[in-house]
């Protein structure tokens, strides 16, 4: 049974390129969250996608956006980069219903984003 | 707003020796408490959770969390640590009435076990 997966692992870009991470959840979910987490920092809630549609987003500018496929797998894209975009993307998979507290979110190893 | 504090980045401490990795949150409404540890180039998993009831949690590996409500407090206890326990602990809360949206973390706490 496939846990989350994300992809690429790792990513190199310059300031003001765009760039997408992709997600695949874990078999059976159908919700995808994402997060950042800074060097040395928490993660921090980005947005989150269910029904192909964004269902609640943190405090994160426009530049960030997403989306969830019929098969529920997601993208993050982020335009214009800025050095402080450099972290790991983290993407977690859960189930509607009931709660993340009773089916909680299942995190993938992430895409660590290096802005030069 | 809701906000977690872990009030010790880092811990260092010998092997089988016991461990508490303190969590304070805040919240004026009722919240869902996690535990997650991350290893070194991994995501996070899930070690323990409290949603109601008895207000000390347990996991599989031996780690325990008591939720204490009038303290706003989920700290995390092991009697014993293993140099395999060396990770990232990152303490989190919920908004029990949007249960399945975001999760609010702490800053995380470094745990060092050495021999």
């Known amino acids: 049974d496939a846990g989350v997966t994300q992809s ?55 530049r960030f956006s997403g989306h969830q496929f019929p098969n529920y797998s997601s993208e993050l894209n982020v335009n214009a980069l800025l050095l402080g975009d450099s972290a790991l993307y983290l993407c977690a998979s859960s189930l509607a219903g009931g709660g993340a507290a009773n089916q909680p979110q299942h995190f993938g190893d992430g895409t660590r984003l290096s802005i030069l | 707003a809701q906000s977690v504090t872990q009030l010790d980045s880092q811990v260092p401490v010998f092997e089988e020796a016991p461990v508490e990795l303190r969590c304070n949150y805040s919240s004026s409404v009722s919240v869902y408490l996690f535990w997650y540890v991350q290893y070194p180039n991994q995501g996070l998993q899930l070690l323990l959770k409290y949603l109601s009831g008895s207000t000390l949690v347990e996991s599989i590996n031996g780690f325990e969390a008591e939720f204490n409500k009038s303290q706003t407090s989920f700290h995390l206890r092991k009697p014993s640590v293993h140099i395999s326990d060396t990770a990232e602990y990152f303490c989190a809360v919920e908004l029990a009435k949007q249960a399945g949206t975001a999760l609010i973390f702490g800053k995380g706490t470094t745990l060092s076990v050495s021999s």
């Open chain 1, 8 to 62: 690429p692992t790792h990513l190199i870009k310059t300031r003001g390129q765009q760039v997408t991470l992709r997600c695949s959840p874990k078999s059976g979910h159908d919700t995808v969250s994402w997060y950042q987490q800074a060097l040395g920092q928490g993660p921090q809630f980005i947005f989150q996608y269910y029904e192909e549609e964004e269902r609640q987003r943190g405090n994160f500018p426009d």
